[in-house]
Structures are given as C-alpha cells and as structure tokens.
C-alpha cells in the first residue's frame, strides 16, 4: 500500500465510516492486511469458532468459514475468537479462512491436558475483565491467578467486582475494593450492580473504544454484566446455587459482541481452571511490590525463604508485606516453572540444580546443627 492510500486509509479511520470500524478495523490493520486484498480476500473478524469452522463479520454481513487451512499442530495457532482474519470472496462452496493476521495480543492458559498444551482464548485484546462475585467470599488467589494471565497476554487488566447490591453496607463493600486493590497494585478495581444498574457508566468508559474479554468462574455474573453492557438479554442467565455461589456454564462457546456504545466484547464460559501458561512476566507484575522488595536482598538469587539480608522476609516481619502475598507468589512461580520446565529444556536444568543447591543447604544446616563440619 503506498503512503498516500495510507494516509487516506488512516484518514477514514477518525469516524466509523468502514463497516468493520464498530469491531476495532483501523488503518493499521488495513496495511497489514493489503497483500491478501490484492489475492481477493475479503477481512473479517471472528466472532465465534466452532469444531473447525467459524462465524465471521464481514463488511457484508456474518458468514460461516471453513479453518481447514488454518489448523497447525500448534493448538496456539488455531484460529481463535477476536482473530483478523482473510477470508475466500463470495461465490466458493464452502468458503475458506486462508490465514489470520499478526495478533496484537492473545489471552493464553494452559490445559489440563498431560501433554502441557497451551489453549488460546481470545485474541487482539485491550481490557481483561475480570468478574468476581460479592455473592461468595473473595478468593484473592484466583485473582491474583487472573491477572497473571491477563498481564501476560498484553492486555490491560480490570477487576469487576459483580453482584455490589448483595453488600448492603456501604463501609463493608469499601473494605473488600480495599482487599482486592491490595492484591491487584495498578489494576483499576470497580464495584457493579447489573441489577441496579450501579458502576456500568464507569465500566463502558473504561471498555469502550476497544476490545475486552469477560473472564470469571461460572456464577461470576458474567452473562448478567455482558447483557448489561450490550443494553439486552444478548445472553442467557442461570441462576447460582445458594450453597457455594457456583453455577452452571451459562456461556458455552466464546462470543465477540459490538457494544452500543463503542467498543467490542468477548464473553467467555466459566473457568474452573486457570493455569498459567508462561506467565513469568505476569506474576512478575501481579506481584511487582515483590519484585522490587527483591532488589534490595542480599543475594541476588535469593529464595526469599530463610536467607540473611532477605528484603522481603523483613517486610513481612515489619508488617509491610502480607505473608498470603508471599505464599501466593511462590506457588505461582513454581507452577510457572513446572509448565514451562516440560518444554525447555535449559529451565528443567536450572531447577535441578536449584534443587541440589537447596539441599546442600540443608544438609550443612543439619551438619552445623549437630556439630560437624560447616
């Protein structure tokens, strides 16, 4: 594409005068996609992926597309909800996907599968949403679990805290935002009522413009906040069991959505599970206090469990730092480490010898104790 179509192109893009503009279609993606204009390729968007085919909006209209020309090995190259995607032009039985363009950025996790798979669930994402009900006690783990991931994809993250009318009191509601923020450092945090309407200017004003991603257990209130935001019961609602908040997969399939006012949402099933998936970064950020406490400890490999000079073991005994935060951070780097240790080889060395390495200080701590050989 020459500079001045370029321009041109990019000068359209201030309104939403292309039909795909509504979707997040702009000058950039235009560029990008201008080789596969040239082989008569239409753009499109997915909207929803289904047992090896996929609905697409297109500037005609949604159709349905065939991936057979897109299915890798890889399960991280499939085709994937929020994909830009070149599509077969009118008039082939059945038309076909030829590729997706360069992802801006992709929420990742990990199966449950022994073979330590990676599953994409969303693509060209700006906002993680992540729904947590009030109707339940918070788990601040599976927060932080969260955020690890959505960090990691390059999105930005957004804790939604659902159901706010169920927290009659006003001091108490303030008290558990405080809760979550201490968790979620650089997260914004908002409290919703879908029921009352409560929080949704502040929540569209945040999503509005770009893509966002709904993420949350089942019984998160996620289809009752996605049919809030879309203005219509877009989604269905289940009710939530009275005994432990949980309900059943009201969503069972991923489904990218145009909001009236502005912006694109992607409604995702409950998830039970959430893994990591090379989030190393992510946990990092979740846990940046951490990482930044870390630079002042003595050793630069310190484990942050009994060593001297541990900046961190001192913000916990001055209080600074809350021992669960600590906790947390461990488990996730060591789950981190597992998945990507059963493909690299090099990590799967490194922690070897950090094991060796731990158990020659113990050893010698049970020698000096006994009084033997230091």
């Given at each position: 594409m020459s500079s001045s179509s370029l321009s041109a192109s990019s000068s359209a893009f201030c309104g939403v005068s292309h039909p795909l503009a509504p979707y997040g279609w702009d000058a950039q993606w235009e560029s990008e996609f201008a080789p596969y204009a040239e082989q008569g390729c239409l753009p499109g968007r997915v909207v929803r992926v289904d047992r090896g085919q996929c609905d697409v909006v297109t500037a005609d209209g949604v159709l349905r597309a065939d991936t057979a020309f897109v299915t890798p090995h890889d399960p991280l190259r499939v085709v994937c909800t929020g994909d830009w995607v070149?599509?077969?032009?009118?008039?082939?039985?059945?038309?076909?996907?030829?590729?997706?363009?360069?992802?801006?950025?992709?929420?990742?996790?990990s199966t449950s599968s022994k073979r330590s798979e990676g599953q994409i669930l969303a693509a060209n994402v700006d906002h993680a949403i992540v729904a947590v009900s009030l109707a339940v006690e918070l788990d601040l783990a599976r927060i932080e679990r969260f955020l690890a991931l959505a960090w990691e994809s390059g999105a930005q993250p957004v804790v939604v805290l659902t159901k706010a009318d169920l927290v009659p009191e006003p001091v108490t509601l303030a008290y558990l935002v405080q809760d979550v923020e201490t968790a979620a450092p650089g997260v914004p945090v908002l409290s919703v009522s879908a029921e009352r309407r409560e929080g949704l200017d502040v929540l569209n004003a945040v999503v509005g413009g770009g893509t966002a991603v709904l993420l949350g257990q089942s019984g998160a209130g996620k289809s009752t906040l996605a049919n809030a935001l879309l203005g219509e019961d877009a989604m269905d609602v289940q009710a939530t069991r009275d005994v432990d908040g949980k309900?059943?997969?009201?969503?069972?399939?991923?489904?990218?959505?145009?909001?009236?006012?502005?912006?694109?949402?992607?409604?995702?099933?409950?998830?039970?599970?959430?893994?990591?998936?090379?989030?190393?970064?992510?946990?990092?950020?979740?846990?940046?206090?951490?990482?930044e406490l870390a630079e002042g400890c003595r050793f630069h490999d310190c484990a942050h469990e009994s060593e001297p000079g541990c900046a961190v073991l001192a913000a916990i005994d001055s209080g600074a730092l809350p021992e669960r935060r600590l906790d947390s951070y461990r488990k996730l780097m060591r789950e981190n480490q597992r998945i990507v240790a059963k493909t690299d080889a090099r990590m799967r060395a490194e922690i070897r010898k950090e094991w060796k390495r731990r158990g020659a200080i113990g050893k010698a701590a049970m020698e000096a104790k006994r009084g033997g050989p230091r």
């Amino acid at each position: 594409m020459s500079s001045s179509s370029l321009s041109a192109s990019s000068s359209a893009f201030c309104g939403v005068s292309h039909p795909l503009a509504p979707y997040g279609w702009d000058a950039q993606w235009e560029s990008e996609f201008a080789p596969y204009a040239e082989q008569g390729c239409l753009p499109g968007r997915v909207v929803r992926v289904d047992r090896g085919q996929c609905d697409v909006v297109t500037a005609d209209g949604v159709l349905r597309a065939d991936t057979a020309f897109v299915t890798p090995h890889d399960p991280l190259r499939v085709v994937c909800t929020g994909d830009w995607v070149a599509v077969d032009p009118e008039g082939g039985t059945p038309r076909y996907v030829r590729t997706y363009l360069p992802r801006r950025t992709a929420f990742v996790r990990s199966t449950s599968s022994k073979r330590s798979e990676g599953q994409i669930l969303a693509a060209n994402v700006d906002h993680a949403i992540v729904a947590v009900s009030l109707a339940v006690e918070l788990d601040l783990a599976r927060i932080e679990r969260f955020l690890a991931l959505a960090w990691e994809s390059g999105a930005q993250p957004v804790v939604v805290l659902t159901k706010a009318d169920l927290v009659p009191e006003p001091v108490t509601l303030a008290y558990l935002v405080q809760d979550v923020e201490t968790a979620a450092p650089g997260v914004p945090v908002l409290s919703v009522s879908a029921e009352r309407r409560e929080g949704l200017d502040v929540l569209n004003a945040v999503v509005g413009g770009g893509t966002a991603v709904l993420l949350g257990q089942s019984g998160a209130g996620k289809s009752t906040l996605a049919n809030a935001l879309l203005g219509e019961d877009a989604m269905d609602v289940q009710a939530t069991r009275d005994v432990d908040g949980k309900g059943r997969h009201t969503t069972t399939t991923r489904n990218l959505l145009a909001l009236p006012g502005g912006g694109v949402l992607i409604d995702t099933p409950g998830l039970r599970g959430v893994g990591l998936w090379d989030a190393s970064s992510g946990v990092g950020q979740v846990f940046a206090e951490i990482e930044e406490l870390a630079e002042g400890c003595r050793f630069h490999d310190c484990a942050h469990e009994s060593e001297p000079g541990c900046a961190v073991l001192a913000a916990i005994d001055s209080g600074a730092l809350p021992e669960r935060r600590l906790d947390s951070y461990r488990k996730l780097m060591r789950e981190n480490q597992r998945i990507v240790a059963k493909t690299d080889a090099r990590m799967r060395a490194e922690i070897r010898k950090e094991w060796k390495r731990r158990g020659a200080i113990g050893k010698a701590a049970m020698e000096a104790k006994r009084g033997g050989p230091r």
